[in-house]
């Protein structure tokens, strides 16, 4: 079983930055965690895809709406993921999920994703 925690959501003002961080514990190096992501969900909205990436080929894949502002990592000999979030405006005021999956890595495709995490709350103010 593979166990995801989110962590450095908070507020910030529009054009801030912010990192957040998902430590993996557990069974982390296996076909059902070479894809890592991060969705996002705001309030009456549906959960949607930021980034991902694949852990063997570092390819990275972003959402249209964050391209250029978002940047996602992956750190193996920590089992951490990262997104590091630029230029933030009040738009990207969500919860923040990390999740875990077999590949296709896709940025969509939330149910394409094993593991969850608990989530991490941005909020940006204008």
């Known amino acids: 079983q593979v166990q995801l925690a989110e962590s450095g959501g908070g507020s910030v003002q529009a054009g801030g930055s912010l990192r957040l961080s998902c430590a993996a514990s557990g069974y982390t190096y296996s076909y059902s965690t070479v894809c890592m992501g991060w969705f996002r969900q705001a309030p009456g909205k549906e959960r949607e895809g930021v980034a991902a990436?694949?852990?063997?080929?570092?390819?990275?894949y972003y959402a249209d709406s964050v391209k250029g502002r978002f940047d996602i990592s992956r750190d193996n000999t920590k089992n951490t993921l990262y997104l590091q979030m630029n230029s933030l405006n009040p738009e990207d005021t969500a919860m923040y999920y990390c999740?875990?999956?077999?590949?296709?890595?896709?940025?969509?495709?939330?149910?394409?994703?094993?593991?969850w995490g608990q989530g991490t709350q941005v909020t940006v103010s204008s």
């Open positions: 999740a875990a999956g077999p590949p296709p890595c896709r940025v969509q495709g939330a149910a394409g994703y094993k593991y």
């Open positions: 990436i694949d852990t063997p080929s570092s390819s990275t």
